[in-house]
Nanobody, 121 residues
Framework: QVQVAESGGGLVQAGGSLRLSCATS????????MGWYRQAPGKQRDLVAT???????NYANSVKGRFTISRDSAKNTVFLQMNSLKPEDTAVYYC???????????????WGQGTLVTVSS
């Protein structure tokens, strides 16, 4: 079984920056797309950014030009650099990874517990 764990959340003033990290753990597995999602209080969980194994990325319009997703495929780790943060970026940020066993062909999804990002005005 594969698990992911986020780190790097916290409190920051508007205009500031934070860097989130998400590490995977397990054995004998391959990770494909990894991504970040966020859920603000009382709202649904929304896509922030994803990155495929080939490095291609996808961003929500609300974060384009401010957030950058990257990954270390050798370590199955994904990062989210968040700059020019706004109060509306306040949310719990979740890491997501699509993975399969090296001996299998079916991809599954795994979610982290989330890390809270609070942006004060």
């Amino acid at each position: 079984q594969v698990q992911v764990a986020e780190s790097g959340g916290g409190l920051v003033q508007a205009g500031g920056s934070l860097r989130l990290s998400c590490a995977t753990s397990g054995s004998m597995f391959r990770v494909n797309t990894m991504g970040w999602y966020r859920q603000a209080p009382g709202k649904q969980r929304d896509l922030v950014a994803t990155i495929a194994r080939d490095g291609s990325t996808n961003y929500a319009n609300s974060v384009k030009g401010r957030f950058t997703i990257s990954r270390d495929s050798a370590k199955n780790t994904v990062f989210l650099q968040m700059n020019s943060l706004k109060p509306e970026d306040t949310a719990v940020y979740y890491c997501n990874a699509a993975w399969r066993l090296l001996t299998g062909s079916t991809y599954r999804e795994v979610w982290g517990q989330g890390t809270l990002v609070t942006v004060s005005s």
